[in-house]
């Protein structure tokens, strides 16, 4: 079935800094979705990638979906203490009609 | 907007025991779905519904139960409890899932002793 892995599991990183994480899947994927969970909450949808090579970009945040759409990353520039929480991706590939999620990337922003 | 209403919020069960989670949402989403999350594995599928009447097993779907009978409602039935349940519970809605945004509920943190 379909995988979708991601790294790192974990980051640490000092406020002002930069972070990144990736996630790439063993099937080629139609979209793929990023969510942000805060300590404790629920994930929240941040948003979706579509066509091949397309790069978004939210205030701090860039998002690439890969030419081959089978890989993705999301970098945040100048880290905040806003910015703790776990990363996921979501994908979603050919006639399943499921998404599957990444194992997600932990941040944490030390002040 | 309500969104997506999971009851209850924390349940603990001795094993063996039975019990339905609740998943309610007010967006007229056509597709529902429950996840596990359990500490570095991230969100797993459990199960999934396109429409009422229309369900289907995800990754995890051992030792529980779905049933879609309303456009609203998505119960998830633990059939008989089993310490390696213990986890928490997230149910999320969407209009697909190909195209749309998960909109998740508060979760359900479930212990199994």
């Known amino acids: 079935g379909q995988q979708v892995m991601q790294i790192p599991q974990y980051q640490h990183v000092q406020e002002g800094e930069d972070f990144t994480t990736y996630c790439n899947s063993s099937?080629?994927?139609?979209?793929i979705q990023w969510y942000k969970q805060r300590p404790g909450g629920h994930p929240v949808f941040l948003i979706q990638?579509?066509?091949?090579?397309e790069v978004k970009k939210q205030k701090r945040l860039t998002f690439q979906f890969g030419e081959a759409k089978k890989n993705s990353s999301l970098h945040i520039t100048a880290t905040q203490t806003t910015d703790v929480g776990t990363y996921f991706c979501?994908?979603?590939?050919?006639?399943?009609?499921?998404?599957?999620f990444g194992s997600g990337t932990q941040l944490t922003v030390l002040p | 907007n309500a969104g997506v209403t999971q009851t209850p919020k924390f349940q603990v069960l001795k094993t063996g025991q039975s019990m339905t989670l609740q998943c309610a949402q007010d967006?007229?989403?056509?597709?529902m779905s429950w996840y596990r999350q359990d500490p570095g594995m991230g969100l797993r599928l459990i199960h999934y519904?396109?429409?009422?009447?229309?369900?289907d097993q995800g990754e995890v779907p051992n030792g529980y139960n779905v049933s879609r009978s309303t456009t609203e409602d998505f119960p998830l039935r633990l059939l008989s409890a089993a310490p390696s349940q213990t986890s928490v519970y997230f149910c999320?809605?969407?209009?697909?899932?190909?195209?749309?945004?998960?909109?998740f509920g508060n979760g359900t943190r479930l212990t199994v002793t």
């Open positions: 999320a809605s969407s209009y697909s899932p190909e195209n749309s945004p998960l909109h």
């Open positions: 099937t080629t994927l139609s979209n």
């Open positions: 990638l579509v066509k091949s090579g």
């Open positions: 979501a994908g979603c590939s050919g006639s399943a009609r499921q998404l599957t």
């Open positions: 967006m007229n989403h056509e597709y």
């Open positions: 519904s396109v429409g009422a009447g229309i369900t």
